[in-house]
């Protein structure tokens, strides 16, 4: 199957610092999300982004579908910002679409 | 607030017992989508339902079973429960789930999960 693999797995900023995570995939893709998992476990939607670029507010995100990656950029991060950001991909093999999930960058902002 | 709800949010059993998992989509998504959280395997896609037909299967075991009921909830069944099946279970909803294009209809937006514990 397709693999997906996100960097750095872990990270730890200060208060008011700028990061990029990046995901990289390994075949052609139909859908990319990214997620935030906050603390409390909660999966939330950041972005649909299949191809292209994004923002909403302190996040951004670029999606170069035929070099198979997406960038997650988070500017003046803030402690809420903190939990795991998932990369999820959905590509048609077997006969039907699949979703994967990357393992996650793990993030912690510090005040 | 996904709009999808699931339920119950914690349940705790023991091995060789039954459960049943629920999820309620968000109001118009035909799409329902079930995933495990485990700390080894990460976020693993179980099964999609759309429309209360199986749509795509993953890594489910032969153990699990899924439905989605003509009002469009959808239950996990999951029998002969191991310590290993212990895990954070998702369900996920979508206005549509059929890839023939990337269409913000595709997106999936998730439930708050329910934590079962194997004892």
């Known amino acids: 199957g397709i693999q997906v693999e996100q960097s750095p797995p872990d990270l730890i900023l200060q208060e008011g610092a700028n990061s990029t995570l990046r995901c990289n995939f390994s075949?052609?893709?139909?859908?990319l999300q990214w997620f935030h998992q906050n603390p409390w476990g909660q999966l939330i939607n950041l972005f649909y982004i299949p191809s292209g670029t994004k923002q909403n507010g302190r996040l951004s995100a670029t999606t170069v579908a035929t070099e198979r990656y997406s960038l997650l950029y988070i500017s003046s991060s803030q402690t809420t910002d903190s939990g795991v950001y998932f990369c999820a991909v959905v590509n048609f093999r077997g006969g039907s679409y699949i979703p994967t999930f990357g393992r996650g960058t793990s993030l912690i902002v510090h005040p | 607030d996904s709009g999808v709800t699931q339920t119950p949010k914690h349940l705790i059993t023991a091995t060789g017992q039954r459960v049943t998992l629920r999820c309620s989509p968000r109001?118009?998504?035909?799409?329902v989508y079930w995933y495990q959280q485990s700390l080894d395997q990460g976020l693993q896609f179980l099964i999609q339902y759309y429309n209360g037909e199986e749509r795509a299967k993953g890594n489910i075991l032969e153990r699990f079973s899924a439905q989605q009921f003509p009002d469009l909830h959808s239950e996990l069944n999951l029998s002969s429960l191991e310590l290993g099946d212990s895990a954070l279970y998702f369900c996920a909803s979508s206005v549509v789930g059929v890839s023939s294009g990337p269409s913000s209809y595709n997106e999936q937006f998730f439930g708050p999960g329910t934590r079962l514990t194997v004892l």
């Open positions: 075949d052609s893709v139909n859908n």
């Open positions: 109001s118009g998504d035909l799409s």
